[in-house]
């Protein structure tokens, strides 16, 4: 048991060593940029579903929807900005909550991050395994057992360390990031040429009957 812990695991690090991990840049943005990365990855997807529930026409919606996204991550942005020189040391949301507003605004906001978290690895974790079913249809129906196996292997790798995890991260993230940015060039190329036809369903700036701020 020893072994195997120690295969799947790692090394054990010492409590003097908990704090001195340290990740370069892409290391870095590999682990940090992760979760943002997952919601671009089926978050456009459930928008337009939503929307082609409606109608065609009601696509474009997700133009204003994407501008209220940007605004999101452009003020998340400067908030960790603010946060890093203002912590230099590390500080999270518990910490800086407390520090700032007192211990029952920290106690809630790490709360709010735990539920946050388990909501997160949930919603991603089931829409990858729709995704590998959607890939190779000879695997629906096993959504659930997909879904338990990533979920035990995302376990293990953060078990074993915050520089290993951000290491095996690099490359699913990079990798995702080249391929959207090639599918737009390629998308936008091939419309520019006029090797695939455009056409709006709708102008934009039309009212959709069915759409409400909710």
Known sequence: MHS????????????SEEGGQKLGKLKALAMLSSDALSS????????????????AAAIWYSLPIAAFVLVLLLSLTLSY???IHAYPG??????????????????????SLLIDYMLTVAVSVSSG?????SAIPALYGHEVTISLVIIFLLMVMNLRGMSESASF???PVYLFVV????????GLFRIMTGS??????????SVVPGITAA
């Open 4 to 15: 195997l812990k120690r295969f799947f695991i790692g090394r054990p690090l010492k409590s």
């Open 40 to 55: 671009v990855a089926y978050g456009t997807e459930q928008i337009v579903l939503v929307l082609t529930t409606l109608s």
């Open 81 to 83: 900005r603010q946060i």
């Open 90 to 111: 590390g500080g999270g949301a518990y910490v800086v909550s407390s520090q700032n507003l007192g211990r029952n605004a920290g106690l809630l906001a790490g709360g």
């Open 129 to 133: 395994a729709e995704a590998i079913t």
């Open 169 to 171: 991260l690099m490359i």
């Open 179 to 186: 391929s959207i940015v090639a599918m737009i060039i390629w």
């Open 196 to 205: 695939i036809p455009y056409a709006a369903h709708a102008a934009v700036g």
